[in-house]
């Protein structure tokens, strides 16, 4: 492990070999520092809070296999930064993408349909509202929004690939779960021709 070493008096070398005595004291030494730094970024205690803790965990699994080049001050504030701006970047997908979602839900609700129908679109809500956070803000941006597979990935920084596998999970899911496989499309198809 070729870390640079501080003025301070942890003995890094001891940590990277799994001491947690030289771990615990660079925890005390760091977090609070840290967890302030993050929370100007976040804007949120409970989030900060976490996200300097992810970073530690991280560096204490991770020990063994991390490569170092800076001194680790400005690793895990390197790191914590990293978190944060994921963390907001998450925010703001959430923000852009699931009011849309929550619109098409209520009009799935408020629309009128038989006991057999209002059944299936409890569950086609049910698996929206469980597929993986990612799969299903790519799920929206294509099928509500209407967005190629192009435009998703280069808003959410993932490659063309990766929307194709998150709208193929989607898409297995209600296969799966639903008795009628166009069901939910016909659904989508009428909520998009009301907006």
Not at 32 to 57: H, N, T
Not at 177 to 192: C, V
Request: with cysteine; proline share 2%.
């Amino acid at each position: 492990m070729d870390v640079k070493t501080n003025t301070d008096s942890i003995d890094y070398k001891e940590i990277f070999k799994g001491n947690t005595r030289a771990f615990e004291q660079l925890f005390k030494n760091y977090y609070a520092p840290l967890r302030g730094y993050c929370q100007g970024i976040v804007m949120d205690k409970q989030v900060s809070e976490d996200i300097v803790q992810d970073a530690f965990v991280y560096l204490w699994n991770n020990r063994k296999t991390l490569d170092i080049k800076t001194t680790i001050q400005t690793y895990l504030y390197s790191t914590v930064r990293h978190g944060a701006l994921h963390y907001l970047k998450k925010q703001m997908l959430e923000r852009t993408h699931l009011p849309r979602l929550a619109e098409f839900i209520i009009y799935l609700q408020e629309s009128e349909y038989s006991e057999e129908e209002l059944i299936k679109l409890e569950e086609a809500k049910k698996i929206l509202q469980e597929l993986p956070e990612q799969c299903r803000i790519v799920f929206v941006m294509n099928c509500m929004d209407g967005k190629k597979y192009k435009d998703i990935a280069e808003e959410l920084n993932i490659s063309v690939n990766t929307v194709k596998t998150h709208l193929s999970k989607a898409y297995r899911k209600f296969r799966e779960k639903l008795d009628d496989k166009t069901y939910l499309l016909l659904l989508i198809n009428s909520f998009l021709k009301k907006t």
